[in-house]
Nanobody
Framework: QVRLVESGGGLVQAGGSLRLSCAAS????????MGWFRQAPGKEREFVAA????????YYTDSVKGRFTISRDNAKNTVWLQMNSLKPEDTALYYC????????????????WGQGTQVTVSS
């Protein structure tokens, strides 16, 4: 079983930055492809970004391209989401996801999920 723990959320003004972290345990981290999703109130959970186990493949949803950066350190069992130029529409509960398939971590079919960390962007 894989355990994922997110941190780094908070309240920030529009234009500001936050860095989310997700620490993984329970399985060799370099066997996991990792993703970030978000869910705003009343909306479905949506894909934000994904990174393959080696870091060689990275994907973003169009609305965050150029503003968000996903990265990982396999020695630290951690994946990060650096979020810059935040907008009020980025407000959501952000979830970390993991699977052994990069395709899976780009969809809500990922097997493993964290509990989420709240990001609130004020205008």
């Amino acid at each position: 079983q894989v355990r994922l723990v997110e941190s780094g959320g908070g309240l920030v003004q529009a234009g500001g930055s936050l860095r989310l972290s997700c620490a993984a345990s329970g399985r060799p981290f370099n066997s996991l492809d990792m993703g970030w999703f978000r869910q705003a109130p009343g909306k479905e959970r949506e894909f934000v970004a994904a990174i393959s186990w080696s870091g060689g493949y990275i994907y973003y949803t169009d609305s965050v391209k150029g503003r968000f950066t996903i990265s990982r350190d396999n020695a630290k069992n951690t994946v990060w989401l650096q979020m810059n130029s935040l907008k009020p529409e980025d407000t959501a509960l952000y979830y970390c996801a993991a699977d052994t398939s990069i395709a899976a971590v780009r969809t809500t079919t990922s097997r493993y999920w964290g509990q989420g960390t709240q990001v609130t962007v004020s205008s």
